[in-house]
């Protein structure tokens, strides 16, 4: 059978590794990712083997993985946020778009060509996971779901940045954009979700606050994975309000995208006639 | 190949090309000329799919391009007036990945491209980085990339925009090798001059209608019965607008400051005739030169003032 791989992701990745800065962010970070977990074990052991505790080696698993979770979604925007605009900008999107590869193609090739650096990085920090196992606390699968879903959040983070990247004119929007996402993700949609448990908290008469402090929890992959741990409490189906309602953004996100990419599609709207220029 | 019907696109209340009607036969290479804002590269852009038209028909290889873009993409090969280069990839490797993109077979993509950066005298630079290269090499890179899936049809922008002198002369002789191939080529510039050893048929668009269509060589001839003479003198105001007007050989007279500048169809005794008459009038001419005429320019005009329309 003859495998077609999409030109653009082959392209890609020969583009993204023949530059410095692949292999110094993966070098920089196993070595810091490294350092820190053999300091937490260290720390756990305190120089002796006859009394090793692991539940101390479990917090270091979830120290570990919670930062790794902040580091790739803190990264994903640097590799994805231009994908698109940056053609744009090089001008070479135009002859890209007159290829049979199409729009669909496109935006294929720049998600995963944006998320694979990524998810070497976490394939890579595996062998440093492995230094947790010697010590007990973290079981196999738990390491599976939680790397699992890592490279899900990857994707996602890397779909809404390559899909702002599209919708944005200017690389420097869709940067804003992007981190603005990861911002929302991670830290706004945390806070509401904290707020809104205290409220109930404090008023247990109030149920919604309740339901919704779930929902915006289950919004933040820090949240999501912190369930994956076992450091909060969570649903046991809390990873799939996390999937279905980043679908849905990418989704609607999607719409505008493809309109940028081929304003002709949208050409029966009115406000899109004559604007395809400005776009390619 | 090409045919167009009454092709129009319209940008709000701007009407970018109106009602455009050309028919290219296959292996016929045309020159769409015209001054900056003509609608050139508009009416390009509507045929490599990239724009839709506002009205209006056009077919690429028999295929509608609003209909059938797919089937059109595959059959051009488009090169915008503006483009870019990816940076860290090779010459080879950045043809490679457009004969990917087309799906073009492995085995047939290392020998197109050998032979293409041949016709494109590249060759030597095959595993230089094609940001590396000068304006000149990736304008003709750009051609050869154009050939890499050998589409029937190859729509180029402004192919010598932005080069110096020797670099326009490459590009023009590579543009003259694609007559071998036997392609279908419609190219764009406004310098109707670069196109008079390459294109077989030219068609002048002025401000996004195409105002003449004829052969090279019938337009070259065809402007060599006008010439620009230039009459500079003492109080030449309307009276002496009347005057030259007056003489049936002045197709167009325009103020200058100072002075007027007329395009004149007469013969060299006609002309003297005029200057005669001019004199015996009582006008005070200081000056009377011929200037070289420059063909698009001259077109231009003839299409401005809606005389000399070649069919």
Redesign the interface.
């Known amino acids: 059978m003859k495998l077609?791989l999409n030109?653009?992701l082959?392209?890609e990745f020969?583009?993204r590794m023949?530059?410095v800065r692949a292999p110094l962010v993966i070098t920089a970070y196993l070595f810091g990712m490294s350092v820190l977990t053999v300091f937490l074990l260290y720390e756990n052991v305190q120089g002796q083997l006859y009394l090793v505790q692991p539940t101390k080696s479990q917090q270091v698993f979830a120290l570990v993985s919670l930062l790794q979770m902040v580091v790739v979604a803190f990264l994903t925007p640097a590799f994805a946020s231009g994908a698109v605009s940056g053609e744009r900008e090089?001008?070479?999107l135009?002859?890209?778009?007159?290829?049979?590869?199409?729009p669909f193609g496109i935006l294929f090739g720049k998600v995963v060509s944006s998320s694979a650096l990524l998810v070497l990085l976490v394939v890579l920090t595996l062998p440093v996971y492995s230094l947790v196992f010697l010590y007990g606390g973290a079981v196999p699968a738990q390491v599976a779901s939680v790397l699992g879903f890592q490279l899900v959040t990857i994707v996602v983070i890397s779909t809404v940045c390559v899909l702002f990247s599209t919708v944005a004119l200017r690389s420097t929007w869709s940067t804003v954009f992007a981190y603005g996402s990861v911002g929302l993700m991670t830290v706004i949609f945390g806070a509401i979700g904290y707020g809104l448990k205290s409220l109930y908290e404090q008023n247990p008469i109030d149920y919604s606050a309740l339901v919704w402090s779930h929902f915006f929890y289950a919004l933040d992959p820090l949240y999501v994975e912190a369930a994956f741990l076992g450091v909060v409490s969570a649903g046991p189906h809390v990873w799939m309000a996390f999937v279905e309602f980043y679908a849905a953004v990418i989704a609607i996100l999607l719409i505008p995208s493809l309109w940028r990419l081929r304003?002709?599609w949208f050409?029966w709207l009115p406000f899109v006639?004559?604007t395809?220029?400005q776009y390619? | 190949m090409i045919l167009t019907q009454n092709l129009t696109k319209r940008y709000g209340k701007t009407l970018a090309v109106n009602n455009l009607n050309l028919n290219i036969e296959r292996g016929v290479i045309f020159g769409l000329v015209g001054e900056n804002g003509a609608g050139k590269t508009t009416a390009l852009s509507m045929l490599a799919t990239l724009t839709l038209p506002s009205s209006g028909r056009a077919y690429v290889c028999g295929h509608e391009v609003t209909r059938e873009p797919q089937a059109v993409r595959r059959s051009i090969g488009y090169m915008p007036d503006s483009f870019g280069v990816y940076d860290d990839l090779t010459v080879i490797e950045y043809l490679r990945f457009f004969a990917q993109c087309y799906g073009v077979e492995r085995r047939v993509i290392s020998r197109r491209a050998e032979e293409l950066l041949e016709r494109v005298r590249l060759a030597d630079k095959r595993e230089d980085y094609v940001n590396h290269l000068s304006r000149g090499m990736q304008q003709r890179l750009e051609v050869a990339r154009c050939l890499m899936h050998d589409p029937d049809v190859l729509i180029l922008d402004e192919p010598s925009s932005g080069l110096d002198p020797k670099s326009r002369l490459e590009m023009r002789s590579v543009l003259a090798g694609l007559r071998d191939l036997g392609k279908t080529v419609i190219v764009s510039t406004h310098i109707l001059n670069e196109l008079a050893e390459v294109a077989d048929e030219v068609g002048i668009l002025l401000r996004g209608e195409l105002v003449a269509v004829a052969a090279v060589q019938v337009m070259v001839q065809h402007s060599s019965a006008y010439r620009t003479i230039v009459i500079d003198g003492r109080d030449l105001g309307d009276r002496f607008m009347k005057a030259l007007m007056g003489d049936p050989h002045v197709a167009e007279a325009r103020p200058l400051a100072p002075g007027w500048e007329i395009l004149y169809a007469g013969t060299l005794a006609q002309q003297a005739e005029l200057l005669s008459r001019l004199v015996s009038e009582g006008f005070a001419i200081t000056q009377f030169r011929e200037q070289p005429t420059d063909i698009e320019q001259l077109f231009l005009r003839l299409a401005a003032i809606q005389e000399g329309v070649v069919t």
């Open positions: 077609n030109p653009l082959l392209k020969r583009q023949r530059t090089r001008k070479t135009a002859v890209l778009l007159t290829t049979p590869v199409g304003p002709q050409s006639s004559g395809e220029k390619q």
